[in-house]
RNA sequence: GCCGGAGUCGUCUAGUGGCAAUGACAGGAGACUGUAAAUCUCCCGGCUUCGGCCUUCGUAGGUUCGAGUCCUACCUCCGGCA
C-alpha cells in the first residue's frame, strides 16, 4: 500500500468530532488520536529513536526550516530520507518552516494565549522577517544570513527531507495582529496554499517516491468567520489533511477547533500544530483532532518539570531531595520503572545529559500515553467520564 | 625571627575615601504549547507600614565630615630569606 488514507474506525457518534482513526502512510500506519514527538533537527532532544518508540510514538515530526539551514536538505535526501538518515522506522512529519521563518528567524515569538503579551507586540518592523505576498525573506539564527522562503522552496525542501507528511507554507500571524492584517495575511496563506499544492503535485509527478502528503494549514487567530472561511476555503482544494494553527487563545481552542471542524470534510485527518497540555488536549480531540505535535514534554522535561496524573511538578524542588519514589508512581515508563526522583534531580542539578534524557522519555511517555487512553475511551465509549475525571484529578492541586 | 603579599555575602571574585558593596558559581522561586530553549526571568546580610531603618568587608584602635579603601598594633594564611 502505497498511497496515503485516512479512516475512521469509531466515533462517539458525529465523526467529525471525538473520533478513532487510521492514518494510512507508505512507513506504516499511525492510529489516532495520537501525539506526535518532536524532532526539529531530526532528533528528539536528547532521546534516542528507540527510546521515543518504547514511549510509543508512532511517528515523529522534523523542521523543513532548521534542516535546510543545517545540513541541507539535499543532504539529507542523499542520506536516504529523513526517516533513514535519524533511523526511525516508522511515519515522519515536517513542518512547512512558515512558522519558524516568521516566530524564530525574526525573534518574535508565537503564542497561543496572551501570558507573553511583550513578545506578542515586537512591532512587525523590527522582526527579522519580512513578508510579502511571493514570500517571506529572513535572517538565519544560525549566522544573520539572509534567505528567503516561498511556498515553492519549501515544497522542494520538504519534498526532498521525504516525510510522510508534509505541510503547507503559511503564514503565522500574532494575536495581537489587528483583524485587518489577520484577513490580509489569511488571503496570503490562501494564495500560498494554492502554490504549495501545485508545487508538491508536481514533485510527485515527476519522481518515483513513495507518495508523499500534503495538509493544508489553517490560520485565523481567535476569529470564527476567518476560521470558518479558511477552512471551507482550505477543505474545498485537494489537501490530504489539514494543520490547525496560528496564534490560538488558550480558553478558545476546543472552540476554535470545533468551528474548523465543522467545515473541513470529514474523511481527511486533523492535526493540532503545536499543542500537548493536557486540557488542551483533551478539548481538541473532542472537537476533532486526530494528530499532535509539540515541543512541550521535553523541553519542560529538561527544565525539571514532570507531568503526573496528579499534576505537574518540578522534581528540581528540595522536596524531592531525598525521594527514591519513580518521578510518576502511576507510570511504567523506562524511567520510572528504572530511576527515582532524588537521581533525575540530581542528574538535571547536575546538568548531566542523562537527566534530560530520563525527564523527556518519562514526559514523552506520558503525553503519548495520555492521547493512547483518549483513544481508548471513544472506543468503548467513556470519553466523557475519562476527560472529567482525568482533568479534575490533574488540577485538583491547582487553579 | 626578618622581608614581602593577602584576609570582602556558602565558594571564588570586583572595589579610585563618598550607594549593603562587582561578577561568576552554588542555593531559592517562577516561566516554558508547529524548539535561536541542557534556555529565560526574579530573589539571594537582617528588618520593613517598601519610604526606609539596622548590621556588615580578619580583630582592636586611630586619622577623617565620611574608611572595605589611609595609619598603628595584633591574629591568620601564602611566598622569600634565615
Redesign the pocket.
Known sequence: MNKFFYEVTSSLGDERFARVGVIHTPHGEIKTPAFI?????AA???VSVEMIREAGAQAV???A??LYLRPGYDLVNEAGGLAKFMNWDGPTFT??G???V????????????M??LETVNTPRSKR?AHVDDDGVFF?S??DGSLHRFTPELSMEIQYNLGADIC??F?E?TSLADPYDYQLEALDRTHAWAGRSLKAFSQLRNQNQKPYQALFG?L?GANYEDLRRKTAKYLGAMDFDGF?I???IE?SQLGEIVKWVNEELPANKPKHL?????P???FAAVEAGVDTF????????G????IYTLDGRY?V????Y?RDFSPLDPDCNCYTCKNYTRAYVRHLL???E?LG?TLA?IHNESFTIRLVHDMRESIIDGSFHELKRDWLARYYKNKK
Open positions: 514527538p518532536v524532532g526539529t533537527q528528539i532532544k536528547a515530526l522534523a523542521n526550516y532548521h513542518d512547512s512558515g512558522f519558524q516568521l516566530s524564530l528567524g525574526s525573534g518574535f515569538k508565537k503564542t497561543i494565549s501570558n507573553q527579522y535572517k539564527h544560525l505541510f503547507a503559511d503565522l494549514v490560520q494543520g494553527g496560528g496564534a488558550k500544530l503545536g499543542i500537548s497540555e486540557d488542551d488536549m505535535d509539540c515541543v512541550s514534554p521535553t523541553r519542560v529538561r527544565n525539571g518539570a518540578s528540581l524542588k528540595k522536596d531531595e542539578r547536575a546538568k545529559v534530560y523527556s
